[in-house]
């Protein structure tokens, strides 16, 4: 909760800075397990009790929230879960994120196109295929990624990954090797703003 409160200044002044993609928090995990569990906390969840009913569990950290104050999933989320059972599991995006985010899926859809001249892989995005994308765009303005505030991993943001607003980085594992915590600090080095 701490780091979460320097995160809330640094968002407070990127706004007052007139930074119009907003920073980025990541919490790396351990595992699949543990991802989906800080992302529920985080992000906020619907629990479903033994008798069938549903309960709405609101976000504990409120500038990541992908829920409004009735339970109803925003129209865009604020924090994404990327690891590779979420990228498996067929159920990547809300359905209503294809909605709020057409114009950015069209881009994403032509500049498709235009790399491998396969339209019919253009017109049969997956959900997973826009997971990706959004988790390659967090920071860049006008595309899938630049709403994210928060990304809950595991393993997945390592080489490759180049997010230039990273502000914050929890770790919730051991880093084994130096390179791991190395490539994993480095996420946070490639700053717009400071």
């Keep these: ?20 993609v907003p920073p980025v928090f990541i919490v790396v995990c ?3 397990s543990t991802s989906k569990l800080v992302y529920d906390y985080i992000s906020g969840f619907h629990r479903q009790s033994e008798d069938g009913r549903t309960t709405f569990e609101q976000g504990r950290l409120a500038l990541f929230r992908n829920y409004d104050d009735y339970g109803n999933p925003l129209p865009r989320p604020r924090t994404l879960l990327i690891d590779s059972e979420q990228l ?15 114009d950015e899926i069209e881009r994403f859809r032509r500049e498709l196109v235009e790399r491998t001249g396969d339209r019919r892989k253009a017109d049969g ?9 959004v988790m390659n765009t967090v920071g860049k303005k006008g595309r899938l990624g630049e709403p994210i505030r928060c990304v809950v991993s595991v393993s997945m943001l390592t080489e490759g990954w180049d997010a230039n607003t990273v502000t914050h980085i929890l770790g919730v594992r051991a880093f084994g090797t130096q390179l791991l915590c190395e490539q994993v600090v480095g996420r946070g080095l490639r700053r717009q703003s400071y």
């Design 125 to 133: 995005i997956t959900d997973q295929d826009l997971l990706r994308e």
């Design 88 to 102: 498996e599991s067929g159920e990547a995006l809300d359905p209503e994120f294809r909605k709020a985010a057409a």
């Design 30 to 32: 351990n595992n699949t």
């Design 1 to 20: 909760h701490a780091l979460y409160g320097h995160y809330e200044k640094t968002f407070a002044l990127w706004q007052q800075d007139g930074i119009e």
